[in-house]
């Protein structure tokens, strides 16, 4: 089935509508502690009872909406299918779990393996980023353009990092970032780094393996933000880590050296 732009505008209208229930959700497991339930799926690597929970409420309303679409989320896996939605419930677990207010539900609809749509929302901070393939991005409604930052010196860098990647090489891209002048932060939400990044608060997000769940979404609100978004096609294996780098133009030439991204 071919989709045009209504269908895509159904999508996006049906999307931001389910990340704002889904954030009142897990806002109401944040504010009661007691009911997390967090369990280890690896070292530093957090799930909780409102994760899940916000994973099933966002399947229950997209695929009541979309009978024929698929899924692919970090919490129930998936496979990929020509029109795919990608959801990371919580990106940004571990802070949430601790009570840190950095978290969001990210959301990406894909036609054939690209990213049409992003919708990132972040509950405490009630921002709500949308971004459109060829259609620009914005939060709250407000256009978004990415920082005009040109000089590391003046520059700041999310790297995220998990523990299923190499110490050293972690510790190798830090060290390039603040000998060539770069101030660098690790704020731990890949997915609200890169929102970040689309609305200039940022300069630029690494990290050496994400997921597509991670990432689309914010990769996309990258783009439309007149953003540098490294490449992650789907068709490698849609629950595959990648690389992923996004920051503003002129910094693309430095990052992507000093990361090898
Ligand atoms: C994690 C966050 C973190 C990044 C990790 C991700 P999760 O996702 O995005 O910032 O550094 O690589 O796994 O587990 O909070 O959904
Ligand atoms: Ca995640």
Known sequence: MYLNDADLARRLAVASEAVWEAGQLILSFYRRPQVLDIK???PQDL????????DALLQKRLAAAFPDDSFL?????GEGGRHLWVIDPIDGTGNFARGLPHFCISIAFCVDGRAQLGVIYAPIQDELFVARAGGGA???????SVSGAREPGRSLVDAGYSHRHPKSDYLVVIGRLLENGFGFSQAGSAALGLAYVADGRLDGYCEQDL???DVLAGLLLVREAGGWASD??????????????????ALAADLRRLTGI
């Open 40 to 42: 280890s799926k690896g």
């Open 47 to 54: 799930v909780t009872a409102a994760d899940h929970a916000a």
């Open 73 to 77: 989320t970090e919490e129930s896996g």
């Open 138 to 144: 914005t939060c709250n409604g407000r256009t978004l």
């Open 211 to 213: 997921f597509a769940w």
């Open 232 to 249: 992650f096609p789907l068709a490698d294996g849609p629950a595959d880590g990648k690389p992923v780098l996004a920051c503003t133009p």
